[in-house]
Structure formats: C-alpha cells, structure tokens
C-alpha cells in the first residue's frame, strides 16, 4: 500500500529564505509523485509532478522538488520565498493500477511567510 | 471554461437529512473524482468515474452514493447525515489517468452536520 509522510504541519519562512518542505513516500511500485498548493477556501492546484525521467522536476511559480529513489523522498523547494507563497502544500504518491491512478495525499504543510 | 463547479458552498444539516452535492465541469473531462478533507487532514478519495455511466469506490466510500449520467454532471448523494460527514468536500476532474493528465479541482463545499 502507498503512502506519504510530511514532516512539520507548519513551516515559517523570511521573505527571501529558501523554502523546503519534505516530502516522504512509502510504495510497492515505482511511485508517481506530486506536490499540490491550496490557497485560502479554495481547491488544490497541482504544482508538479514526477512520472519517468529527469529526477529533478521544476514546476509552476519557482518550484522544484527531487525524486531521490534511495532515500524515498520528493521535498519540494524554492530558492526565495514570496509572500504570496503563504498556502498549504500538499504531497501524494500514486501507484499505477489497471483500474486507474488513486493519488494518497500527505497530510498536509501550512507554510506561513514573514515579512 | 469555468473549470469544474461546485454548488452549494456552505451546508449545514441536521442528522439524518439527505443532500446531494453538485459538480459540473465544463471541459469533457472523462475522469472524475469526489475527495473529503479533514481539518488537519489530507484528501481522501470517496468515490471516482472514469467515464459516463462507470463509478467506483474509493477510499471511504461508505455514508455516501454517486452517478455519472453524463460527462460533465457528477453529483455526490448523503442519505442519512451523520456528525463524522462535517468535511469539506472537493470534486475535481481529469482529461485521463492521473500521471499523464493534471487533476483540476473545484472550489470545495464546506458541510457542517449538526
């Protein structure tokens, strides 16, 4: 069965500081793997993904993360934190199934960013 | 496109009552998806489609009933409300399969049982 481990609930960063939010994955099989942003009272939105390929994914507003195999992990940073990054972050893991992908999500990071 | 819709935003229900949440999505989507979150919680998934007339069962199904008449209408059915159904509630839809098609997500409706 798969599974996704966020460590910290909550992270606090300076405007400017790098962000890292760490990502674990427990799975059977060569996982897929995604990082989801959800701002105030509204739905997730996907920030980037890993299937196949380059280990080091670059996604939408800055973002990266990097699928390290040996040490099932998928941490998700940026280089400089910007207000408006302020948001909840998401981690899921999918498995490949004949009956179709079913994403496990993580439990959740609230990132907060100081002025 | 207006992406996929949710109606009502906000719920509030008295135990035992029924309710059908509503979603719509505008963009021939094939799959599509019912999650609940819990405060402190990720989603998890209740119900899928992957096509008009298929439905499946997700992670916690149970409290819960769905229908794919159609491509674009995947409402989601609570016939005895129950305190453990205060969620908020998101659906969200797909062109195919998760690793090669982006998930989209609706704006969520916030149900409260009482």
């Known amino acids: 069965a798969q599974s996704v481990t966020q460590l910290g609930s909550h992270v606090s960063v300076s405007e400017g500081a790098l962000v890292l939010l760490r990502c674990n994955y427990s799975?059977?099989?060569?996982?897929?793997l995604f990082w989801y942003v959800q701002y105030p009272n509204q739905g997730l939105q996907l920030l980037l993904k890993?299937?196949?390929?380059?280990?080091l994914v670059k996604g939408i507003n800055g973002f990266e993360a990097e699928f390290k195999k040996s040490e099932t992990s998928f941490h998700l940073t940026k280089p400089s934190a910007h207000m408006s990054d302020a948001a909840e972050y998401f981690c899921a893991v999918s498995e490949e199934k004949s009956s179709g992908d079913k994403l496990t999500f993580g439990t959740g990071t609230r990132l907060a960013v100081r002025p | 496109n207006a992406g996929v819709t949710q109606t009502p935003k906000f719920r509030i229900l008295k135990i035992g009552q029924s309710m059908t949440l509503q979603c719509a999505q505008d963009m021939n989507h094939n799959y599509m998806y019912w999650y609940r979150q819990d405060p402190g919680m990720g989603l998890k998934l209740i119900y899928y489609s992957v096509g008009a007339g298929i439905t499946d069962k997700g992670e916690v199904p149970n409290g819960y009933n769905v229908s794919r008449s159609t491509t674009e209408d995947f409402p989601l059915r609570l016939e005895l409300a129950a305190p453990s159904q205060t969620s908020v509630y998101f659906c969200?839809?797909?062109?195919?399969?998760?690793?090669?098609?982006?998930?989209?997500f609706g704006p969520g409706t916030r149900l409260t049982v009482l």
């Open positions: 799975s059977s099989v060569p996982p897929y």
């Open positions: 890993y299937t196949t390929g380059a280990t």
């Open positions: 969200a839809s797909s062109q195919g399969q998760i690793r090669r098609n982006e998930q989209f």
